[in-house]
Each structure stands twice: as structure tokens, then as C-alpha cells.
């Protein structure tokens, strides 16, 4: 799913080609993207963008007297400018004149979605209240860190708490605070959180100025917004040595999502149980590092 630093770029490459345009056609493609009957999607064509911004994921393109169209892009969900994709992966396409936004999904599940709303109540909707980690000081990052009890893993990624932060930048930036992804929100220490809070900024920030140099010119192609980047010190990648220390990244497999980390950085020298291989494994499941490496 496209996080924080990847709906920004998305952010920034819309105001610079739509911002001033009239939209002048919207034509859908799959009837499962758009989740609003009232007022009919015809009602946005021939209205000019003026503004593009973000409610969490969430992109919104702001068409004037309260109309705005969002869009929530999901897990497998994409844009493409001028950029047609296949057929398969269409789910809606915004004219621009001469210019085409393509809303895509390469999923079964079809889980993206497009709404056309039209006052600031329904806009006020989609907002879960969670904190912009941006522009919030340490005291609002801690006190939204232990409001609930949890372990920093789902505390980072629960949008009521945060805001924009899933599972790729969460495992950044866990990495980043020498955390571990298992450690309990209301047991961290003050250093713990103070650190926590430094890695936060400083890996989101850094990836958000990456990405803006990086779709400066250009609009960001197929593939190019994706949870899994070569740079990344620990998220997907699973067995690879870690960037800090050299030990090999470890993971925790749950259902459709996993937890990636350095053993040796994060959770000093223990392998944590993965919930299906422990089970299966029981004695010989690895608990340290040592025993992972054997002799």
C-alpha cells in the first residue's frame, strides 16, 4: 500500500499537471472503484482542480464548492499518467484534455476506491485522527504512543495513532530506533521514545525528499511506488544481511502481512517466533542468532 512518503510524490506530481485543468471526462471502468451514488461522478466533469492534497493515504483532488474527488489506492492500487495500462487494471480514467490519470489495481480483490463527495462532513469521514508525524512535537508523539497499549509494530502502522505509516516504513523505521517490532507501546522507556520518535521524522523525511527528487520531472511509472525498495535497510528483506551489523534480516509471517528485522540490531540477539514455522518447528525453531548461524 502506498504510504506517507509515496502518496506525497503522487501529491506532488498531480499539482504540477492537473492544478488549473479542467477535468474534462470521467469515464469508469470497474464498477467495484466507485463507492458514492450522490452526487452522480458526472457532476465533476467540466470542474477545474484547484488543489490536491492527502487525508492519510488517501489523495484528494479538490474540484471547488466542496466537491472533491478521493482516492484510496489500497494495498495494489496505482496511478498512471498517460500511461495506459492494461486492460485487466483499469478501474477508472480522469481526462485532462488532451492528458489521461489512470486509477489502477493489479488485484483480484479490487479493494481501491474512488469517491465523489460533496460537502467537508463527508471529507471530515475518512479522516481516522491519527497524528501527522511531520509536523508533531515529542510530546504529541509520545502521548499518541502510549495512549493504547500495544506492540510499537501495530501501534505505528493503527491510523488512529499515526497517520500514513504502514508496514514498509514502520519496519524502517523500527530498524532506524533499534526497537523491536514485538516491544509494548506503554513499557518504552522515555530514551526509547525519544528515539523512536527521532527515527520516525528522520526516515519519513528522508524518504519523502528522495522521492520528490527522484518524480522531480517526471511522473512516477508502473512500479516505481512500491513497498519494497532497494534501499531499504530491513523491509523485504528477509535474509539479507543487515546494512548495521551484517546479521541476516529475520521476519515474523502473519496472514497477508510480515515483520522484517535485524536480530542483533533490534532485539538483542533473539529470533522471535514466527506464528506458522515455531509452531511447526517447535524445539528447533531458533531463539538467538547464534542458533540461527549454527556452528
Not at 504510504?3 to 474534462?24: F, H, K, S, W
Not at 474540484?63 to 474527488?69: A, I, P, S, T, W
Not at 518524480?215 to 512500491?226: D, H, S
Amino acid at each position: 500500500m502506498p504510504e506517507l512518503p509515496d502518496v506525497l510524490a503522487y501529491c506532488q506530481a498531480l499539482r504540477t499537471r492537473i492544478v488549473g485543468r479542467v477535468l474534462t471526462d470521467i469515464s469508469i471502468r470497474s464498477p467495484f472503484v466507485l463507492r458514492t451514488v450522490e452526487p452522480a461522478i458526472e457532476d465533476a466533469a467540466g470542474r477545474a482542480v484547484v488543489g490536491v492534497d492527502r487525508i492519510g493515504k488517501r489523495i484528494v483532488l479538490d474540484l471547488g464548492d466542496e466537491r472533491r474527488l478521493v482516492i484510496h489506492l489500497m494495498i495494489a492500487g496505482r496511478l498512471r499518467w498517460n500511461e495506459k495500462p492494461p486492460q485487466k487494471l483499469q478501474l477508472a480514467a480522469l481526462r485532462f484534455e488532451t492528458d489521461l490519470l489512470h486509477i489502477t489495481e493489479a488485484s483480484r480483490e479490487k479493494r481501491a476506491s474512488l469517491h465523489y463527495i460533496a460537502d467537508r462532513a463527508s471529507l471530515a469521514s475518512f479522516d481516522r485522527g491519527g497524528l501527522d508525524v511531520l509536523t508533531a512535537d515529542e510530546a504529541a508523539f509520545c502521548a499518541a504512543l502510549r495512549r493504547e497499549n500495544h506492540t510499537l509494530k501495530r501501534t505505528l502502522t493503527d491510523p488512529r495513532l499515526f497517520d500514513g505509516i504502514g508496514n514498509a516504513y514502520s519496519d524502517e523505521i523500527l530498524h532506524a530506533a533499534r526497537l523491536s517490532p514485538i516491544a509494548h507501546s506503554q513499557k518504552a522507556s522515555d530514551d526509547e521514545v525519544r528515539r523512536l520518535f527521532e527515527a520516525t521524522r528522520r526516515v519519513l523525511n528522508d524518504w519523502v525528499d528522495r522521492l520528490a527528487k527522484r518524480f522531480a520531472e517526471r511522473f512516477p511509472g508502473a512500479g516505481e511506488i512500491t513497498a519494497f525498495r532497494p534501499e531499504f535497510a530491513v523491509h523485504g528483506k528477509f535474509n539479507q544481511p543487515c546494512p548495521v551489523c551484517g546479521a541476516a534480516v529475520q521476519r515474523i509471517v502473519y496472514a497477508a502481512n510480515e515483520t522484517n528485522y535485524c536480530p542483533t540490531c533490534q532485539t538483542g540477539g533473539r529470533v522471535l517466533a514466527d506464528r506458522s514455522l515455531s509452531r511447526l518447528l517447535k524445539d528447533d525453531w531458533p531463539r538467538t542468532v547464534a542458533e540461527l548461524e549454527g556452528p
